[in-house]
């Protein structure tokens, strides 16, 4: 069966291109190497060191971007790892401290009880407060990208059957995908975004 992929704005096809050809055309990735001199120490004294590292890079144009079928995902792994270090130090703080309540007994008056664990407990609970917040953020961040994950296979083969005119800068689907989605309607890229990541149940992330 054949399908009629015209842009419904202009009426033509020779600018069109379907929406992954028209993103990977804009997404660029590869690996940079680079060389680094510096001086370490020895038994003999100091030495020369020379070394090179490899890292992984990616660029994405702003219609590649505007084109995409998910939302960029912050990883909540190294915050985690980050958190949990930090907690462990925070429990040897506390525990410290408890054994320091055990080597000097608290006054018997009440309002001394008090001032002496909080000055004794103070530096502890404070560095629990950054703990606490980088933990909060890598669950909010894991729970967001366990939504995308979810639904974004239905997203993506949402997506993937839509197109883009290069003429007159609007995605459209020319056939029906799913229910709710809109087709032979001249979308702007961010109103097409939204219906893919609508499709993915992450619009609204």
Known sequence: MN???????????????????????????????????????????????????????????????????????PSAGPLSALGTVLMFFVLIMFGFC?????MDPLPSNPIRM?????????????LSIPVVAILTVA???????????AGHNRARGVWSHAYYCHRCGVAYWPYPTEPG????????????????WNTGGYAKL
């Open 98 to 102: 408890s054994i320091g309540l055990t």
């Open 3 to 73: 399908f009629d992929i015209s842009c419904p704005q202009c009426q033509s096809i020779d600018l069109v291109q379907s929406v992954p050809a028209a993103m990977s055309e804009g997404t660029h990735s590869g690996y940079s190497t680079g060389m680094h001199a510096g001086f370490g120490v020895a038994l003999g004294g100091t030495v020369p060191i020379i070394g090179t590292s490899t890292h992984e890079f990616s660029h994405s144009s702003a219609l590649a971007r505007s084109l995409a079928w998910r939302p960029v995902l």
């Open 181 to 196: 989605i809109p087709y032979r309607v001249a979308l702007a890229p961010s109103q097409f975004r939204w219906h893919v």
């Open 139 to 149: 669950f909010k961040r894991a729970r967001r990208n366990g939504k995308v994950d």
């Open 114 to 126: 008090m001032a002496s664990l909080l000055g004794l407990y103070l530096f502890p609970i404070v």
